[in-house]
């Protein structure tokens, strides 16, 4: 009968876990990678990483068979970690005849163990909204849940008494062929407002700072004219180019809530517009960004300025 362990994550276990993710990817025809020195740079080296947070389910020749990456998501406000809210950053198990039973014993393991630190529900694998590890790396950069294609994880999951809670959509759009919309709306706005590039592009949060810790940031705002005032920001990242193993090829938009209002509403998509436009001068090739597909506000947005949808996922939860 196989026997395996649950231990916390040491140093000389990146070689496995880099092979634990390439077995697992492989299952649903994913090229996804996350190498050696994406471990230590992207995801190890994050100052809220707690090696009790990774746990290994190990044979008894130590061979490790799959892993749980788990811990706090961050807070609504986004600046620190919550308290009572968790999240299931990555799951991997190998491919195997036991993988159901190694996965229910590791996502067991998450929950007793987030349980006694006092949270109060847990949510797989990232959102938008919550997230900290794996961005850029994992699929569907780890802000869209479970990506349909990973019919295993959402089954372990489906048994350890997660329930799907909203379904998630990745957009994105060919810069080269990018015309942004112009109407009369559209060139009234242009008289009246301007948008700029933010010269300090670090955030002045020191928890997203963090999460994108591996990556780089350029901000846009939207200003009125008169009076002047600071009226929206949006946040593009992609990861550092020095990091030669992960894409950085796509920049990635953290899109904000749609404001309400005609008017509103039309200011924003001109700050986006105007953001794309300049990120097209700079040769920039595609963009990408992730939403939920059950709002219709978004959607429509992102319609109107040419983005197309090319993945679906589901956010999973459970309350502890």
Known sequence: MAVWTIRSFLNTDTPQLSKLWLDHHSAFHCDSTCSVSAWDQCVLSKPFFDRDTLALAV????????????????????????????????LCVSQNKDEDNIAAMLLKHAQDTLKLQGATNITALGTTERNAFYLGIGDGDNLMGVVARD?????????????????????????????????????????????????????????????????????????LRSPPKVEYEIMFWYPDPTYSEIDSSVVRLWLPAVPAGDEARERFIYLMAESLRQLQQERKYAVRTYASADHQPTITLLLRLGFRSIEHGMVFAKNL
């Open 59 to 90: 044979a008894n020749d130590n061979k490790a068979l799959g892993f749980v990456h788990f811990g706090f998501a961050s807070n609504l406000a986004g600046n620190r970690a919550s308290d009572v809210n968790a999240i299931v950053h990555n």
């Open 151 to 223: 019919a295993r994880t959402q089954r372990w999951l489906g048994h350890a008494g997660f329930q799907t809670t909203r379904p998630t959509e990745c957009w994105e759009m060919d810069l080269s062929s990018f015309r942004p919309p112009m109407d009369r709306l559209q060139i009234g706005i242009r008289r009246t407002c301007t948008v700029g590039r933010l010269l300090d592009e670090d955030s002045n949060q020191w928890w997203q700072s963090s999460v994108l810790g591996h990556c780089e940031q350029v901000r846009f705002n939207l200003v």
